[in-house]
Antibody, heavy 121, light 107 residues
Framework: EVKLVESGGGLVKPGGSLRLSCAAS????????MNWVRQAPGKGLEWVSS????????YSLDSLKGRFTISRDNTKESLDLQMNSLRAEDTAVYFC??????????????WGKGTTVTVSS | DIQLTQSPSTLSASVGDRVTITCRAS??????LAWYQQKPGKGPKLLIY???SLESGVPSRFSGSGSGTEFTLTITSLQPDDIATYYC?????????FGQGTKVEIK
């Protein structure tokens, strides 16, 4: 069964840091571009960052650059998101998602259940 | 960034009704559009990719159409299990964006 399981969420104070992880199973992790997407309480989906199969390409939401860093370890079949200088507006459920490709364009075909990050004093 | 505008924001329909959701892009995205279904407390589920391709295992009552800047998701006969929020998402550019969502309710 293809599965993505996020972990690492929790309560953190403004200005603090948190590292999220996503464990993949049931597919060859190293062959897929991976993503983080977040959803603030009661709001819609917002793409955060994507990373290519060999870490060669990383794309991130402009407003997050410098604070959030995506990375992956193909040997451990895991995806990470390092979040620094957290703000209240970063409070959200963070989803890990796999990308499938078609003609060099990537849509997200498998999603995890998410991990909740709350930034509050 | 490419903006996506969905309409309506909320839709109330009866079981068996034909339901249509529209997604408009701020610039042409060819057919690089996906549709997702999200139920409360769950991760999104892919329904349609490349504007009109049905993901494996998704019921045939779901269909997608359109290209360029205007797209639609249609549910031909609404079922109770279809109660959810639906999102479109463009993947024409590396900066991915979603529509704001359409909540589908049973009348």
């Amino acid at each position: 069964e293809v599965k993505l399981v996020e972990s690492g969420g929790g309560l953190v104070k403004p200005g603090g840091s948190l590292r999220l992880s996503c464990a993949a199973s049931g597919f060859t992790f190293s062959l897929y571009t991976m993503n983080w997407v977040r959803q603030a309480p009661g709001k819609g989906l917002e793409w955060v960052s994507s990373i290519s199969t060999t870490n060669a390409y990383v794309y991130s939401l402009d407003s997050l650059k410098g604070r959030f860093t995506i990375s992956r370890d193909n040997t451990k079949e895991s995806l990470d998101l390092q979040m620094n200088s957290l703000r209240a507006e970063d409070t959200a459920v963070y989803f890990c998602a796999r990308s499938e490709s078609a003609g060099g364009h990537y849509y997200m075909d498998v999603w995890g259940k998410g991990t909740t990050v709350t930034v509050s004093s | 960034d490419i903006q996506l505008t969905q309409s309506p924001s909320t839709l109330s329909a009866s079981v068996g009704d034909r339901v249509t959701i529209t997604c408009r892009a701020s610039q042409s995205i060819s057919s690089w559009l996906a549709w997702y279904q999200q139920k409360p407390g769950k991760g999104p589920k892919l329904l349609i990719y490349k504007a009109s391709s049905l993901e494996s295992g998704v019921p045939s009552r779901f269909s997608g159409s359109g290209s360029g800047t205007e797209f639609t998701l249609t549910i031909t006969s609404l079922q109770p299990d279809d109660i959810a929020t639906y999102y479109c998402q463009q993947y024409d550019s590396y900066s991915l964006t979603f529509g704001q969502g359409t909540k589908v309710e049973i009348k």
